[in-house]
């Protein structure tokens, strides 16, 4: 409360005392000016805080592009035949040769479904794709196809060249006592007939399990898989730019009438004697 001086007169008293009262107001009305603007400040940063921690979790979304939230959504993980030899609490070595019964596309470890597949035609034919957790490029398998898979247990994890090609060799071997010629390896882990791909094989690791799984071409003809898959985002150099069409081959096409039972019969042969 403001100190009135009690010697002065009463209209002198009036006049401070209105002077002061002035004073007193505008000091409030100054206080409150400040502390409505201080509040005003902590509203709207507050708001702020509370703004961008809602809007946040939408704007992630917004800037994920859509095709990869698809892929999240939709891709089923591996769950193929063989995925039941991918144990890394495993206490033995074993193997599978399998013909699918239906069209599937896998992709790579690292491969995104719209960059690697034609979606659209996928769908319309209703091939469905999956996800696998080797690397490698996407592959489509079909009924004219072999996939070889390969569980092996190693006290000290080797080099993948170490497994490409200790299990391709074997494979050659079998495609050789078959009387086919001409057997190569190339690029990282493919095996070929002259320059063209016949197989493509891709590895994965954890502890002491090394997983393998190829993908061989008996008759599936090249114009089918280059309708479903996109050219890779890499390639071995001796693809260089070929077209799916122009890269792959098969046993078939190659000049080689063999069947698919009598060609899983002699990789399952060797792979039993020598693995």
């Known amino acids: ?30 206080n409150h000016f400040i502390i409505n603007l201080l509040q005003a400040k902590l509203n709207s940063y507050f708001l702020s805080l509370w703004t961008n921690f809602c809007l946040l ?20 993980p591996y769950s ?47 091939i469905l794709v999956y996800k696998r957790q080797t690397g490698g490029q996407t592959v489509i398998l079909t009924p004219n196809t072999v996939v070889i898979s390969v569980r092996l247990l190693s006290e000290k994890l080797e080099n993948p060249q170490v497994y490409f090609k200790r299990i391709n060799k074997l494979l050659i071997n079998s495609l050789t006592n078959l009387g086919i010629s001409d ?14 791909k016949i197989l493509g094989s891709s590895i994965y690791r954890k502890r002491n399990m090394v997983f393998y799984h190829a993908v061989l071409n008996i008759s599936e003809t090249p114009e089918f898989i280059g309708r479903y898959l996109k050219h890779p985002v890499r390639e071995p150099d001796y693809r260089t730019g070929r077209r799916h069409e122009d890269f792959v081959t098969s ?15 002699e990789i399952c042969k060797v792979l039993s004697e020598d693995l």
């Open 183 to 196: 057997l190569q390896e190339k690029g990282i882990s493919d095996i070929t007939i002259g320059e063209k």
């Open 57 to 76: 979790p939408f704007a992630f979304c917004l800037f994920v592009p859509a095709p990869s939230i698809y892929m999240l959504q939709s891709t089923p």
């Open 1 to 30: 409360m403001p100190l009135i001086n009690p010697y002065i007169n009463k209209a002198e008293g009036r006049r401070q005392k209105a002077k002061i009262s002035k004073k007193t107001k505008e000091v409030k009305n100054k």
């Open 80 to 126: 193929l035949p063989d995925h039941i030899l991918i144990d890394p609490e495993a206490t033995d070595s074993a193997f599978m040769v399998w013909q699918p019964t239906e069209a599937v596309i896998v992709l790579g470890q690292s491969n995104q479904e719209d960059t690697a597949v034609h979606g659209d035609l996928a769908a319309a034919d209703g």
């Open 251 to 265: 046993i078939l096409l190659a000049g080689y009438a063999l069947t698919s039972e009598r060609i899983q019969e």
